[in-house]
């Protein structure tokens, strides 16, 4: 078995599977009223310290993002995001219809990192001919980032302080937020609102749920439009109890972190393997759960017919040509990855 396709490839954990067929075997208040939860909503506060914040689950992480950034923008503002950003390249264009059409401004920076001059830039840029541009609306950053590195805290301080010099709130796409959070070591609240987050797409489902990522808004006036309008998205879910079930398991006995540091540990040991491998190379730093490297296209052959599943990435390079070419792949690993299958995969393509 040699799964690096994705980290939704990979199961979800025993522990959440045996909380829905708990939450099975009762009768519950419908569409979020369970008391699960109420729990969870509080233990979500706790551990971002957060009192007052407002939490609520949906089911993917294009509807966590879609949702969190219609109620942040106007439809003639823009969103400033990377322009590898998850909203931008793979939600098929949801964030334009939940905010009824705003705009994505793409920004630049290595590593999926928007760096503060390109950000700075686009917004000086913004609404220079008044009536005739979009208006400044909102930041987002994805933390673990698209191409596997995570901004450190004073990275993130440098983006959200000129969001808040503009006057503007700031999103963060966290589908990866623990691989993150673990990777930096520091606390929710440090990684989030103590560095200028106001809004978190909390993400669950790439780090062992079976389909639940919460929406943490921590601006409580932000919370009723956030409801109506997941209500209205078809994304508030009648049998709710389900979904407090997964989140409430995931935040018990520290499973989360502990499944983001094993996806993290096999990255670090894939990531380390290729590089020990002559003619191979890391297209970007392993600094969570992804791998991005090269080797040659040999290597790539002996996997694929080992049936290893991985992307090459970009998509569009082949497996006819020379031998010695490097050709470049994405290799992901989540919390069931271990390292048998971690240690046959570099055999494998060290031929
Ligand atoms: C996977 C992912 C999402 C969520 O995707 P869904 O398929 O809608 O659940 C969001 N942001 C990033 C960066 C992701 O990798």
């Not at 954990?13 to 939860?37: L, R």
């Not at 506060?45 to 879609?66: C, I, K, Q």
């Not at 080797?295 to 996997?303: M, S």
């Amino acid at each position: 078995m040699m799964w690096f396709s994705s980290d939704n490839a990979g199961p979800a954990a025993p522990e959440i599977m045996d909380a829905m067929v708990k939450a099975n075997g009762m009768y519950s208040a419908a569409y979020g009223a369970d008391p699960i939860m109420d729990r969870v909503r509080d233990r979500i506060r706790d551990l971002f310290e957060a009192p007052e914040a407002a939490v609520y689950l949906v089911a993917t992480g294009t509807a966590a993002n879609s949702l969190a950034l219609a109620t942040l923008v106007q439809p003639w503002q823009t969103v400033y995001c990377h322009r590898n950003a998850h909203i931008e390249e793979d939600e098929c264009a949801a964030p334009e219809f939940y905010t009824g059409g705003a705009k994505l401004t793409l920004l630049d920076g290595k590593d999926a990192k928007i760096t503060p001059s390109s950000l700075q830039h686009a917004i000086d840029f913004t609404g220079r001919a008044g009536v005739h541009n979009v208006q400044k609306g909102a930041l987002s950053i994805t933390n673990t980032t698209e191409n596997g590195t995570v901004y450190t805290l004073d990275e993130i301080r440098a983006l959200t302080s000129i969001a808040r010099a503009a006057e503007i709130p700031v999103h963060l796409d966290g589908a990866r937020f623990t691989n993150a959070l673990v990777s930096l070591g520091c606390t929710p609240a440090e990684m989030t609102w103590k560095s200028g987050i106001d809004v978190v797409s909390f993400g669950g489902t790439k780090n062992g749920l079976v389909g639940v990522e919460a929406v943490i808004l921590f601006d409580p006036a932000r919370a009723w439009e956030f409801e109506l309008r997941r209500k209205r998205g078809g994304h508030l879910f009648s049998k709710h109890r389900y979904l407090s079930a997964q989140m409430e398991a995931y935040l018990t006995n520290d499973l989360w972190l502990d499944m983001a540091r094993k996806a993290n540990a096999m990255a670090a040991r894939l990531s380390a393997g290729i590089l020990a491998l002559p003619e191979a190379r890391l297209d970007h730093p392993t600094e969570a759960n992804i791998v991005f490297a090269s080797w040659p296209r040999k290597g790539h052959k002996a996997a694929q017919e080992a049936g290893a599943h991985y992307y090459f990435w970009p998509f569009d390079q082949s497996l006819d040509g020379p031998d010695d070419e490097l050709l470049s792949a994405r290799l992901v690993c989540n919390w069931s990855t271990t390292e048998a299958e971690v240690d046959n995969f570099l055999k494998t393509i060290a031929g």
